[in-house]
């Protein structure tokens, strides 16, 4: 089982093999293939730093413990219909962002993250919606 913040949700569905450090990208990595390789791997979502932020790199600001951080992983829970403590499958989330989330939620949670501008999650999201789970990260 991991545990999952709010907003990693929609990150791992953007993921391309990029991030803050090479510790970051294999723990992300390993992460993102294991849900796409095992979609009833189990999810335990938590309040504040995760399995994810583990990895982010000691410089300057801890990015994990940011308040704005924590407005977007609720902001996304809220929108999935979901809670903190929760245990479900990496499935039952897809199916969640199918029934709830559309591209343009993106555009209002994630407007200030430094990654939507390459597109990625937009283009991970569409992919959930039409059914073709995660992207293999080569």
Same mark, same amino acid.
């Given at each position: 089982m991991y545990k999952l913040r709010g907003h990693h949700l929609f990150c791992l569905l953007g993921y391309r093999g990029m991030g803050y450090s090479?510790?970051?990208v294999a723990n992300m990595t390993r992460l993102h293939q294991t849900l796409r390789n095992n979609p009833k791997t189990r999810i335990?979502? /938590?309040? !504040?730093?995760d399995q994810l932020? *583990?990895? &982010?790199p000691n410089s300057g600001e &801890?990015?994990?413990?940011? +308040?704005?951080? &924590?407005k977007r992983d609720e902001a996304i829970l809220n929108i999935m219909g979901l809670e903190? $403590?929760?245990?479900?499958?990496? *499935?039952d989330i897809e199916t969640r962002i199918q029934?709830? /989330?559309s591209t343009s939620d993106l555009q209002n949670v994630c407007k200030n993250c430094s990654w939507r501008? &390459? !597109?990625?999650? *937009?283009? $991970?999201? %569409? +992919?959930?919606?039409e059914g073709? $789970?995660? %992207?293999e990260v080569t």
């Amino acid at each position: 089982m991991y545990k999952l913040r709010g907003h990693h949700l929609f990150c791992l569905l953007g993921y391309r093999g990029m991030g803050y450090s090479p510790e970051y990208v294999a723990n992300m990595t390993r992460l993102h293939q294991t849900l796409r390789n095992n979609p009833k791997t189990r999810i335990n979502l /938590v309040k !504040g730093p995760d399995q994810l932020c *583990e990895k &982010y790199p000691n410089s300057g600001e &801890y990015h994990c413990q940011n +308040e704005n951080i &924590y407005k977007r992983d609720e902001a996304i829970l809220n929108i999935m219909g979901l809670e903190i $403590g929760q245990i479900l499958s990496w *499935e039952d989330i897809e199916t969640r962002i199918q029934k709830h /989330v559309s591209t343009s939620d993106l555009q209002n949670v994630c407007k200030n993250c430094s990654w939507r501008s &390459y !597109g990625f999650c *937009e283009e $991970g999201i %569409r +992919e959930i919606l039409e059914g073709k $789970g995660l %992207r293999e990260v080569t």
